[in-house]
């Protein structure tokens, strides 16, 4: 005979016990979420890195790109360029609670290390807004040079780089004093930007140089010390953790370069979807998440493996992916 316990009237020890652990099981299954803007759709599409589903739709302004997460990782700041906008999101409820005025047309986003300030480039503007977060005030307007595109704050937080498609420039910004203290000239239609682990080096992608270039910056200098050529309309960098290699993202090769970043030499030519651009690392680097504007999805690269484990639908034209670290 069934014993029965309480109120489960007709649940028998055995079936209580399985819902438990089944439930426990599923709590410790979720990994770090990936959030990734639409341009097109106006969203953010929020996926589980532990199962790669898709958990959650986030409505937020008008064609929205850039995307930073708190350090705490209860805010999402999202860049919307024809809202003029900076969405705040509440990560766990997975709402917009307040939209804040960001200059003309914001794209890129950085947040200062201890979160206390986030910059905005307005790519129409020739600007990068910089705002308190505690407010959602701005405090500073600099300006830098024609259609700004990213920012990249150095490790440290000391400086933040700028890359200005036309003007084929990198300005270099002083956090502290807030103004350009440096510009660099750089292969045609600057994009992607990434510093190394140590700050001692920058690499910048060119989408339109001919053929596509990553180059090198000696941070301490201001110079270019090397460019290579990689693969068609490269934009978004990485560098792992340990500073040995990067990767590089081609919206027109459709595919990720890995790179040696001491040798500065192409080891692999990883294929994922179409119009490949923004990235993200998982927090222990394991996986990479490629937003593909042109095929409406993200593709999951197993880094040891070098290849795509999983794609993922999302919204209409990811734009870039951002994954707490």
């Given at each position: 005979?069934?014993?029965?316990?309480?109120?489960?009237?007709?649940?028998?020890?055995?079936?209580?016990?399985?819902?438990?652990?089944?439930?426990?099981?599923?709590?410790?299954?979720?990994?770090?979420?990936?959030?990734?803007?639409?341009?097109?759709?106006?969203?953010?599409?929020?996926?589980?890195?532990?199962?790669?589903?898709?958990?959650?739709?986030?409505?937020?302004?008008?064609?929205?790109?850039?995307?930073?997460?708190?350090?705490?990782?209860?805010?999402?700041?999202?860049?919307?360029?024809?809202?003029?906008?900076?969405?705040?999101?509440?990560?766990?409820?997975?709402?917009?609670?307040?939209?804040?005025?960001?200059?003309?047309?914001?794209?890129?986003?950085?947040?200062?290390?201890?979160?206390?300030?986030?910059?905005?480039?307005?790519?129409?503007?020739?600007?990068?807004?910089?705002?308190?977060?505690?407010?959602?005030?701005?405090?500073?307007?600099i300006e830098v040079q024609v259609e700004p595109e990213t920012i990249v704050l150095s490790p440290d937080g000391a400086v933040a780089y700028v890359s200005n498609e036309t003007s084929n420039t990198i300005s270099v910004i002083d956090t502290k004093?807030?103004?350009?203290?440096?510009?660099?000239?750089?292969?045609?239609?600057?994009?992607?930007?990434?510093?190394?682990?140590?700050?001692?080096?920058?690499?910048?992608?060119?989408?339109?140089?001919?053929?596509?270039?990553?180059?090198?910056?000696?941070?301490?200098?201001?110079?270019?010390?090397?460019?290579?050529?990689?693969?068609?309309r490269p934009v978004g960098v990485l560098v792992t953790r340990d500073g040995r290699k990067l990767y590089v993202a081609h919206g027109r090769s459709h595919a990720v370069y890995a790179i040696d970043a001491h040798t500065m030499t192409i080891t692999?030519?990883?294929?994922?979807?179409?119009?490949?651009?923004?990235?993200?690392?998982?927090?222990?680097?394991?996986?990479?998440?490629?937003?593909?504007?042109?095929?409406?999805?993200?593709?999951?690269?197993?880094?040891?493996?070098?290849?795509?484990?999983?794609?993922?639908?999302?919204?209409?034209?990811?734009?870039?992916?951002?994954?707490?670290?």
């Open positions: 005979m069934t014993r029965k316990v309480g109120c489960w009237k007709g649940w028998s020890l055995t079936a209580l016990l399985f819902l438990l652990l089944a439930d426990v099981s599923s709590v410790a299954a979720a990994g770090p979420m990936a959030y990734v803007t639409n341009e097109k759709s106006d969203d953010v599409t929020v996926i589980d890195t532990a199962s790669n589903a898709v958990v959650r739709t986030i409505r937020v302004g008008k064609r929205p790109r850039g995307i930073e997460i708190s350090p705490d990782g209860r805010r999402l700041y999202v860049a919307n360029g024809n809202s003029d906008s900076v969405s705040v999101v509440d990560a766990e409820a997975g709402k917009e609670i307040e939209a804040w005025p960001a200059g003309v047309d914001p794209e890129g986003l950085a947040l200062s290390p201890d979160g206390s300030r986030l910059y905005a480039v307005n790519e129409n503007g020739g600007t990068v807004t910089v705002i308190d977060t505690s407010r959602g005030t701005t405090v500073a307007t004093a807030l103004k350009v203290v440096a510009t660099i000239a750089v292969p045609k239609n600057p994009r992607g930007i990434a510093f190394s682990p140590d700050g001692k080096r920058a690499y910048i992608a060119s989408e339109q140089s001919q053929p596509g270039m990553l180059s090198a910056i000696d941070t301490a200098t201001h110079r270019v010390i090397k460019s290579i050529p990689v693969g068609e692999k030519k990883i294929p994922v979807g179409q119009r490949a651009w923004y990235m993200a690392f998982t927090p222990d680097e394991s996986r990479l998440y490629v937003a593909c504007g042109r095929s409406d999805a993200v593709s999951v690269i197993d880094v040891a493996a070098e290849k795509v484990i999983a794609t993922v639908p999302v919204g209409k034209m990811p734009f870039a992916v951002a994954i707490p670290r």
